[in-house]
Nanobody, 121 residues
Framework: QVQLVESGGGIVQAGGSLRLSCAASGLTFSWYTMGWFRQAPGKEREFVAGITYSGGSTAYKNPVKGRFAISRDNAKMTVYLQMNSLESEDTAVYYC??????????????WGQGTQVTVSS
């Protein structure tokens, strides 16, 4: 059974930083592209960042380019999202996702339960 468990969310002031983690189990992690999505209140879930199974390719939603960085540790079966210079518009529930050997933008097959990120201005 595939499980993706996010952590690291919280409340941060605008301009601050957070690092999200997603621990995976029940899959061959090195076969899977990993991604981060987010859903703000009243909005659809949207792609934020993705990293291929080898870590050789990444993709980012335009508004987070230069502020967010996705990385992975295959030995720890964990993917990270380092978020810097946070803005109030980044407030959302952030979800981790996994897709077998897909492009960084997906499509994704498995999803975590999400972690709340709130940026106060």
């Amino acid at each position: 059974q595939v499980q993706l468990v996010e952590s690291g969310g919280g409340i941060v002031q605008a301009g601050g930083s957070l690092r999200l983690s997603c621990a995976a189990s029940g899959l061959t992690f090195s076969w899977y592209t990993m991604g981060w999505f987010r859903q703000a209140p009243g909005k659809e879930r949207e792609f934020v960042a993705g990293i291929t199974y080898s870590g050789g390719s990444t993709a980012y939603k335009n508004p987070v380019k230069g502020r967010f960085a996705i990385s992975r540790d295959n030995a720890k079966m964990t993917v990270y999202l380092q978020m810097n210079s946070l803005e109030s518009e980044d407030t959302a529930v952030y979800y981790c996702a996994a897709g077998r050997r897909v492009a960084p933008t997906g499509p994704y097959d498995y999803w975590g339960q999400g972690t709340q990120v709130t940026v106060s201005s």
